[in-house]
Protein backbone atom coordinates (compact mmCIF):
# COMPACT_ATOMS: atom_id res chain seq x y z
CA UNK A 1 0.00 0.00 0.00
CA UNK A 2 1.67 3.56 -1.00
CA UNK A 3 1.78 6.60 0.56
CA UNK A 4 -0.68 7.92 -1.02
CA UNK A 5 -3.48 5.66 -0.25
CA UNK A 6 -2.54 5.69 3.36
CA UNK A 7 -2.83 9.62 3.03
CA UNK A 8 -6.36 8.82 1.50
CA UNK A 9 -7.38 6.44 3.87
CA UNK A 10 -6.28 9.06 6.65
CA UNK A 11 -8.41 11.78 5.50
CA UNK A 12 -11.48 9.32 4.87
CA UNK A 13 -11.66 8.14 8.41
CA UNK A 14 -11.33 11.71 9.27
CA UNK A 15 -14.40 12.96 7.41
CA UNK A 16 -16.34 10.05 8.39
CA UNK A 17 -16.13 11.36 12.19
CA UNK A 18 -16.25 15.17 11.50
CA UNK A 19 -17.59 15.72 15.13
CA UNK A 20 -15.26 13.67 16.31
CA UNK A 21 -12.62 15.21 14.65
CA UNK A 22 -13.65 18.74 15.46
CA UNK A 23 -14.22 18.46 19.04
CA UNK A 24 -10.46 16.44 19.06
CA UNK A 25 -8.77 19.46 16.92
CA UNK A 26 -10.34 22.20 19.69
CA UNK A 27 -8.13 20.99 22.52
CA UNK A 28 -5.18 21.57 19.98
CA UNK A 29 -6.97 24.90 18.73
CA UNK A 30 -7.00 26.14 21.96
CA UNK A 31 -3.43 24.92 22.85
CA UNK A 32 -1.59 26.36 20.44
CA UNK A 33 -3.54 29.47 20.56
CA UNK A 34 -2.67 30.09 24.23
CA UNK A 35 0.88 29.36 23.39
CA UNK A 36 1.29 31.81 20.83
CA UNK A 37 -0.58 34.59 23.21
CA UNK A 38 1.35 34.37 25.95
CA UNK A 39 4.58 34.31 24.22
CA UNK A 40 3.74 37.22 22.17
CA UNK A 41 3.02 38.71 25.58
CA UNK A 42 6.09 37.89 27.40
CA UNK A 43 8.09 38.77 24.73
CA UNK A 44 6.42 41.98 24.51
CA UNK A 45 7.31 42.86 28.19
CA UNK A 46 11.12 41.73 27.43
CA UNK A 47 11.14 44.31 23.93
CA UNK A 48 9.76 47.40 26.26
CA UNK A 49 12.23 46.55 28.87
CA UNK A 50 15.12 46.38 26.71
CA UNK A 51 14.08 49.65 25.23
CA UNK A 52 13.26 51.30 28.37
CA UNK A 53 16.84 50.13 29.52
CA UNK A 54 18.69 51.58 26.10
CA UNK A 55 16.89 54.70 26.36
CA UNK A 56 18.47 54.74 30.11
CA UNK A 57 21.86 55.06 28.62
CA UNK A 58 24.59 52.47 29.02
CA UNK A 59 27.11 51.59 31.82
CA UNK A 60 25.56 53.93 34.26
CA UNK A 61 25.86 54.18 38.08
CA UNK A 62 22.93 56.28 40.23
CA UNK A 63 24.98 57.76 43.67
CA UNK A 64 22.76 59.05 45.87
CA UNK A 65 23.18 60.04 49.34
CA UNK A 66 23.36 57.27 52.17
CA UNK A 67 21.62 56.54 55.73
CA UNK A 68 23.68 58.76 58.27
CA UNK A 69 23.73 59.59 62.17
CA UNK A 70 23.95 62.52 64.38
CA UNK A 71 23.84 62.97 67.99
CA UNK A 72 23.14 59.08 68.69
CA UNK A 73 20.23 59.13 65.80
CA UNK A 74 20.45 57.47 62.91
CA UNK A 75 18.88 59.17 59.32
CA UNK A 76 17.47 56.73 56.63
CA UNK A 77 18.69 56.68 53.09
CA UNK A 78 18.64 60.10 51.51
CA UNK A 79 17.46 61.63 53.92
CA UNK A 80 20.41 63.89 54.61
CA UNK A 81 22.16 65.69 51.71
CA UNK A 82 25.89 64.28 52.11
CA UNK A 83 26.75 64.47 48.19
CA UNK A 84 28.16 67.55 46.80
CA UNK A 85 28.21 69.42 43.10
CA UNK A 86 32.17 69.13 43.95
CA UNK A 87 31.79 65.42 44.77
CA UNK A 88 30.27 65.34 41.14
CA UNK A 89 33.19 66.71 39.49
CA UNK A 90 36.19 65.18 41.30
CA UNK A 91 34.30 61.47 40.32
CA UNK A 92 34.37 62.37 36.93
CA UNK A 93 38.28 62.95 36.89
CA UNK A 94 38.19 59.19 37.53
CA UNK A 95 40.14 56.64 34.70
CA UNK A 96 36.89 54.57 34.74
CA UNK A 97 34.29 57.02 34.50
CA UNK A 98 33.08 58.59 30.75
CA UNK A 99 31.10 61.75 32.62
CA UNK A 100 28.97 62.29 35.06
CA UNK A 101 25.65 64.77 36.17
CA UNK A 102 24.67 65.84 39.65
CA UNK A 103 20.84 66.39 40.15
CA UNK A 104 18.66 68.85 42.29
CA UNK A 105 14.84 68.56 41.98
CA UNK A 106 11.93 70.15 42.86
CA UNK A 107 8.18 70.75 41.93
CA UNK A 108 7.35 74.37 40.10
CA UNK A 109 4.77 75.86 38.32
CA UNK A 110 5.56 76.80 34.76
CA UNK A 111 3.54 79.41 32.77
CA UNK A 112 3.47 80.17 29.23
CA UNK A 113 0.78 82.93 27.90
CA UNK A 114 -2.83 81.99 29.88
CA UNK A 115 -1.20 78.60 30.02
CA UNK A 116 0.10 77.13 33.27
CA UNK A 117 1.19 73.00 34.16
CA UNK A 118 2.78 71.75 37.45
CA UNK A 119 6.02 69.97 36.83
CA UNK A 120 9.65 68.67 38.08
CA UNK A 121 11.97 71.09 37.59
CA UNK A 122 15.68 69.20 37.20
CA UNK A 123 18.79 71.11 38.06
CA UNK A 124 21.80 69.44 36.32
CA UNK A 125 24.66 69.79 33.89
CA UNK A 126 25.28 69.80 30.17
CA UNK A 127 26.36 66.04 30.55
CA UNK A 128 23.07 65.17 32.10
CA UNK A 129 22.06 65.13 28.05
CA UNK A 130 24.80 63.04 27.46
CA UNK A 131 25.01 60.68 29.74
CA UNK A 132 21.40 59.90 29.26
CA UNK A 133 20.97 59.48 26.09
CA UNK A 134 18.58 62.14 25.74
CA UNK A 135 17.87 63.54 21.54
CA UNK A 136 16.09 66.92 21.49
CA UNK A 137 13.30 66.73 18.84
CA UNK A 138 14.32 70.42 18.55
CA UNK A 139 16.63 73.70 19.92
CA UNK A 140 19.27 72.49 21.90
CA UNK A 141 20.73 71.94 25.42
CA UNK A 142 21.97 74.64 27.67
CA UNK A 143 25.89 74.66 27.47
CA UNK A 144 28.84 75.16 29.91
CA UNK A 145 28.62 78.77 29.50
CA UNK A 146 25.18 78.67 30.61
CA UNK A 147 25.97 76.34 33.76
CA UNK A 148 29.10 79.09 34.98
CA UNK A 149 26.89 81.98 34.61
CA UNK A 150 23.46 80.95 36.10
CA UNK A 151 21.70 81.44 32.86
CA UNK A 152 17.88 81.22 32.70
CA UNK A 153 17.52 78.99 30.06
CA UNK A 154 15.40 75.84 30.30
CA UNK A 155 15.06 72.79 28.31
CA UNK A 156 11.40 71.09 28.16
CA UNK A 157 9.90 67.28 28.35
CA UNK A 158 7.83 66.56 25.46
CA UNK A 159 4.94 66.34 27.43
CA UNK A 160 5.53 69.57 29.46
CA UNK A 161 6.00 71.46 26.54
CA UNK A 162 3.25 69.81 24.96
CA UNK A 163 0.83 71.21 27.97
CA UNK A 164 2.16 74.91 27.39
CA UNK A 165 2.99 74.97 23.58
CA UNK A 166 0.33 72.62 21.86
CA UNK A 167 1.50 72.28 18.64
CA UNK A 168 3.74 75.09 18.78
CA UNK A 169 7.60 74.92 19.17
CA UNK A 170 8.94 76.20 22.33
CA UNK A 171 12.63 76.73 20.76
CA UNK A 172 13.04 80.63 21.37
CA UNK A 173 10.18 81.00 23.78
CA UNK A 174 9.98 82.34 27.22
CA UNK A 175 8.19 80.87 30.05
CA UNK A 176 8.31 81.60 33.31
CA UNK A 177 9.46 79.44 36.30
CA UNK A 178 8.53 80.10 39.52
CA UNK A 179 7.38 83.33 38.16
CA UNK A 180 10.59 83.75 36.80
CA UNK A 181 11.15 84.27 32.90
CA UNK A 182 13.57 81.32 31.37
CA UNK A 183 14.17 81.32 27.60
CA UNK A 184 13.32 77.98 26.45
CA UNK A 185 16.42 76.46 24.44
CA UNK A 186 15.48 73.01 23.80
CA UNK A 187 12.88 70.27 24.05
CA UNK A 188 13.31 66.92 24.29
CA UNK A 189 12.06 64.28 22.54
CA UNK A 190 9.91 61.69 24.40
CA UNK A 191 11.30 58.83 26.60
CA UNK A 192 8.34 57.48 28.28
CA UNK A 193 8.30 55.88 31.70
CA UNK A 194 11.92 54.72 33.56
CA UNK A 195 12.29 51.69 35.30
CA UNK A 196 10.57 52.88 38.11
CA UNK A 197 7.82 53.87 36.20
CA UNK A 198 8.07 57.56 36.81
CA UNK A 199 7.48 59.53 33.30
CA UNK A 200 10.57 60.82 32.13
CA UNK A 201 8.84 63.04 29.81
CA UNK A 202 7.02 65.53 32.25
CA UNK A 203 10.18 67.93 33.25
CA UNK A 204 11.68 70.48 32.65
CA UNK A 205 15.44 70.83 33.10
CA UNK A 206 17.49 73.80 33.94
CA UNK A 207 21.42 74.69 34.90
CA UNK A 208 21.96 73.43 38.62
CA UNK A 209 23.21 76.44 39.84
CA UNK A 210 20.46 78.57 38.31
CA UNK A 211 18.36 75.87 40.02
CA UNK A 212 19.83 76.23 43.57
CA UNK A 213 20.29 80.19 43.55
CA UNK A 214 16.61 80.96 42.10
CA UNK A 215 14.52 78.02 41.85
CA UNK A 216 14.64 75.55 44.63
CA UNK A 217 17.20 76.93 46.60
CA UNK A 218 19.24 74.81 49.00
CA UNK A 219 19.46 74.88 52.90
CA UNK A 220 23.01 73.15 52.17
CA UNK A 221 24.62 74.93 49.26
CA UNK A 222 26.56 72.88 47.07
CA UNK A 223 24.27 69.55 48.05
CA UNK A 224 22.57 67.06 45.59
CA UNK A 225 19.96 65.09 45.62
CA UNK A 226 22.01 62.65 43.34
CA UNK A 227 24.89 61.99 40.65
CA UNK A 228 24.59 59.74 37.47
CA UNK A 229 27.63 58.45 36.92
CA UNK A 230 28.97 56.93 33.30
CA UNK A 231 31.44 53.67 33.09
CA UNK A 232 33.65 53.96 30.18
CA UNK A 233 32.69 50.50 29.39
CA UNK A 234 30.95 46.89 30.75
CA UNK A 235 34.52 45.55 31.46
CA UNK A 236 35.35 48.37 33.73
CA UNK A 237 32.46 48.34 35.65
CA UNK A 238 33.48 47.09 38.82
CA UNK A 239 36.63 48.71 38.99
CA UNK A 240 34.47 51.81 38.31
CA UNK A 241 32.05 51.36 41.32
CA UNK A 242 35.13 50.25 43.38
CA UNK A 243 37.15 53.54 42.60
CA UNK A 244 33.53 55.99 43.19
CA UNK A 245 33.21 54.10 46.66
CA UNK A 246 37.50 55.07 47.48
CA UNK A 247 37.28 58.33 46.39
CA UNK A 248 33.85 59.78 47.81
CA UNK A 249 34.86 57.88 51.28
CA UNK A 250 38.20 59.87 50.97
CA UNK A 251 36.53 63.18 50.12
CA UNK A 252 33.63 62.81 53.00
CA UNK A 253 36.66 61.91 55.74
CA UNK A 254 35.10 58.25 56.78
CA UNK A 255 37.12 56.59 59.37
CA UNK A 256 38.11 52.76 58.24
CA UNK A 257 35.04 50.86 59.69
CA UNK A 258 32.85 53.76 59.40
CA UNK A 259 29.93 52.94 57.29
CA UNK A 260 29.29 54.71 53.83
CA UNK A 261 26.92 57.95 53.84
CA UNK A 262 26.59 57.07 50.36
CA UNK A 263 25.03 54.35 48.04
CA UNK A 264 26.10 53.45 44.76
CA UNK A 265 24.09 51.46 42.53
CA UNK A 266 25.21 49.85 39.39
CA UNK A 267 21.89 51.04 36.85
CA UNK A 268 23.00 48.41 34.62
CA UNK A 269 22.34 45.02 36.86
CA UNK A 270 18.94 46.59 38.12
CA UNK A 271 18.15 46.46 34.81
CA UNK A 272 20.01 42.89 33.93
CA UNK A 273 17.84 41.90 36.60
CA UNK A 274 14.35 43.37 35.24
CA UNK A 275 15.25 41.68 31.58
CA UNK A 276 15.99 38.06 33.43
CA UNK A 277 12.65 38.62 35.31
CA UNK A 278 10.89 39.15 32.14
CA UNK A 279 12.40 36.47 30.15
CA UNK A 280 11.62 34.26 33.16
CA UNK A 281 8.01 35.44 32.62
CA UNK A 282 8.21 34.67 29.06
CA UNK A 283 8.94 31.17 29.84
CA UNK A 284 6.53 30.57 32.55
CA UNK A 285 3.91 32.14 30.61
CA UNK A 286 4.80 29.57 27.99
CA UNK A 287 5.35 26.87 29.85
CA UNK A 288 1.20 27.30 31.51
CA UNK A 289 0.15 27.42 27.89
CA UNK A 290 1.76 24.21 27.17
CA UNK A 291 -0.33 22.40 29.49
CA UNK A 292 -3.11 23.12 26.96
CA UNK A 293 -1.60 21.27 24.06
CA UNK A 294 -0.28 18.46 26.76
CA UNK A 295 -4.21 18.19 27.26
CA UNK A 296 -5.16 18.49 23.48
CA UNK A 297 -2.57 15.62 23.14
CA UNK A 298 -4.20 13.06 26.23
CA UNK A 299 -7.37 13.85 24.23
CA UNK A 300 -6.26 12.65 20.54
CA UNK A 301 -5.00 9.70 22.64
CA UNK A 302 -7.98 8.99 23.80
CA UNK A 303 -10.24 9.67 20.83
CA UNK A 304 -7.67 7.38 18.81
CA UNK A 305 -7.80 4.64 21.02
CA UNK A 306 -11.48 4.44 20.89
CA UNK A 307 -11.28 4.59 16.81
CA UNK A 308 -8.73 1.81 17.48
CA UNK A 309 -11.50 0.19 19.27
CA UNK A 310 -14.06 0.79 16.80
CA UNK A 311 -12.41 0.04 13.19
CA UNK A 312 -10.87 -3.57 14.64
CA UNK A 313 -12.80 -5.50 12.44
CA UNK A 314 -11.44 -2.93 9.41
CA UNK A 315 -8.21 -3.58 10.37
CA UNK A 316 -8.08 -6.90 10.56
CA UNK A 317 -9.61 -7.48 7.59
CA UNK A 318 -7.17 -5.18 5.79
CA UNK A 319 -4.21 -7.15 7.29
CA UNK A 320 -6.04 -10.44 6.41
CA UNK A 321 -5.78 -8.79 2.17
CA UNK A 322 -2.18 -7.64 2.26
CA UNK A 323 -1.93 -4.43 4.35
CA UNK A 324 1.10 -5.11 6.37
CA UNK A 325 1.52 -3.47 10.29
CA UNK A 326 3.64 -0.51 8.73
CA UNK A 327 0.52 0.58 6.80
CA UNK A 328 -1.86 0.31 10.02
CA UNK A 329 0.71 2.30 12.09
CA UNK A 330 1.31 4.85 9.40
CA UNK A 331 -2.57 5.64 8.92
CA UNK A 332 -3.21 5.86 12.47
CA UNK A 333 -0.09 7.85 13.18
CA UNK A 334 -1.15 10.39 9.95
CA UNK A 335 -4.62 10.65 11.59
CA UNK A 336 -3.03 12.05 14.90
CA UNK A 337 -0.87 14.58 13.43
CA UNK A 338 -3.16 15.60 10.70
CA UNK A 339 -5.52 16.72 13.42
CA UNK A 340 -2.62 18.37 15.49
CA UNK A 341 -1.46 20.15 11.73
CA UNK A 342 -5.13 21.50 11.13
CA UNK A 343 -5.49 22.23 14.66
CA UNK A 344 -2.06 24.39 15.27
CA UNK A 345 -2.59 26.21 11.68
CA UNK A 346 -6.04 27.42 13.31
CA UNK A 347 -4.26 28.03 16.60
CA UNK A 348 -2.06 30.18 14.74
CA UNK A 349 -4.51 32.26 13.62
CA UNK A 350 -6.70 33.16 16.41
CA UNK A 351 -3.48 33.25 18.86
CA UNK A 352 -2.17 35.89 16.44
CA UNK A 353 -5.87 37.60 16.06
CA UNK A 354 -5.91 37.31 20.01
CA UNK A 355 -2.41 38.92 20.08
CA UNK A 356 -3.74 42.36 17.85
CA UNK A 357 -7.09 42.70 20.00
CA UNK A 358 -4.85 42.51 23.32
CA UNK A 359 -2.01 45.11 22.03
CA UNK A 360 -5.01 47.39 20.72
CA UNK A 361 -7.24 47.23 23.56
CA UNK A 362 -5.40 46.85 26.50
CA UNK A 363 -2.64 49.12 24.97
CA UNK A 364 0.27 46.59 25.63
CA UNK A 365 3.27 45.76 23.19
CA UNK A 366 2.77 42.43 21.35
CA UNK A 367 5.96 40.96 19.60
CA UNK A 368 4.90 37.70 17.58
CA UNK A 369 8.23 36.17 16.09
CA UNK A 370 8.32 33.26 13.55
CA UNK A 371 10.70 31.21 15.89
CA UNK A 372 7.28 31.88 18.10
CA UNK A 373 5.23 30.46 15.61
CA UNK A 374 7.00 27.99 14.18
CA UNK A 375 7.63 26.63 18.02
CA UNK A 376 4.31 26.14 18.12
CA UNK A 377 3.53 24.70 14.80
CA UNK A 378 6.29 22.06 15.68
CA UNK A 379 5.45 21.70 19.24
CA UNK A 380 1.35 21.11 17.81
CA UNK A 381 3.29 18.51 15.66
CA UNK A 382 5.43 16.63 18.43
CA UNK A 383 2.45 16.30 20.51
CA UNK A 384 0.60 14.36 17.77
CA UNK A 385 3.42 12.31 16.85
CA UNK A 386 3.90 11.28 20.42
CA UNK A 387 0.39 10.86 21.43
CA UNK A 388 -0.91 9.71 18.27
CA UNK A 389 2.02 6.58 18.54
CA UNK A 390 0.58 4.06 21.03
CA UNK A 391 -2.88 4.03 19.42
CA UNK A 392 -0.94 3.32 15.93
CA UNK A 393 1.38 0.81 17.55
CA UNK A 394 -1.86 -1.33 18.71
CA UNK A 395 -3.52 -0.72 15.75
CA UNK A 396 -0.51 -2.34 13.91
CA UNK A 397 -0.30 -4.68 16.42
CA UNK A 398 -3.89 -6.25 16.09
CA UNK A 399 -4.50 -10.08 14.92
CA UNK A 400 -7.55 -11.68 13.22
CA UNK A 401 -8.59 -13.54 16.02
CA UNK A 402 -8.68 -9.96 17.89
CA UNK A 403 -11.99 -8.80 15.65
CA UNK A 404 -13.48 -11.72 17.31
CA UNK A 405 -14.11 -10.08 20.59
CA UNK A 406 -16.02 -7.19 19.29
CA UNK A 407 -18.52 -9.08 17.15
Not at 85 to 91: F, G
Not at 173 to 180: D, E, L
Not at 195 to 216: A, Y
Request: charge should be neutral; glycine fraction near 10%.
Amino acid sequence: MNFTAIVGEALRALRQNRLRTGLTMLGMIIGVAAVVLMLSIGQGARTKINETIAEMGSNLFLVVPGATSSGGFSFGSGSVRTLTINDSYAVAELSSVRATAPVTSGTVQLNYAAKNWSTIVTGTTPDYFVVGKWKMESGTAFTESDLRSAARVAVLGSITAKNLFGDEDPAGKTVRIANRPFLVVGVLMAKGQSLTGRDQDDNVFIPITTSERQITGNQFPGSIRYMLVQGNSDDEMDLAELEITQLLRQRHRLATGKDNDFTVRNLTAIADVATNAAKIMSIVLGAIASVSLLVGGIGIMNIMLVSVTECTREIVIRMAIGANQRAILTQFLLEAVMICIMGGIIGLVLGIGGAWLVSQFADMLIVITLGMVGLAFLFSSAVGIFFGFYPAKKAAALKPVDALRYE
